[in-house]
Nanobody, 119 residues
Framework: QVQLAESGGGLVRAGGSLRLSCAAS????????MGWFRQAPGKEREFVAN????????SYADSVKGRFTISRDNAKNVVYLQMNSLKPEDTAIYYC????????????WGQGTQVTVSS
């Protein structure tokens, strides 16, 4: 079982930056994919970015490409989401998630952290 804990959310003005962190524990991470998702009020949860723990390959949603960067610290078992040039439409609860490389779905989720971007 994997435990995930997000932090770093808050209130920021449009154009500002935030860095989210996801501390992971409970098992080894050599064969996993870590992801960030978000859910805005009244909307379905959507994919933001993910990173392969081994190798560091990344992918992003088109809506955040060029503004957000996902990274990981292997020694600390932490995944980051650097968010720049934030827009009001980025306002959402952001969730960290984990899956093994051979699994189709993310099976472990954090509790989420609120990001609010004011105009």
């Amino acid at each position: 079982q994997v435990q995930l804990a997000e932090s770093g959310g808050g209130l920021v003005r449009a154009g500002g930056s935030l860095r989210l962190s996801c501390a992971a524990s409970g098992r080894t991470f050599s064969h996993c994919v870590m992801g960030w998702f978000r859910q805005a009020p009244g909307k379905e949860r959507e994919f933001v970015a993910n990173i392969w723990w081994s190798g560091g390959g990344t992918s992003y949603a088109d809506s955040v490409k060029g503004r957000f960067t996902i990274s990981r610290d292997n020694a600390k078992n932490v995944v980051y989401l650097q968010m720049n040039s934030l827009k009001p439409e980025d306002t959402a609860i952001y969730y960290c998630a984990h899956r093994r490389t051979w699994e189709a779905d993310f099976g472990s989720w954090g509790q989420g952290t609120q990001v609010t971007v004011s105009s």
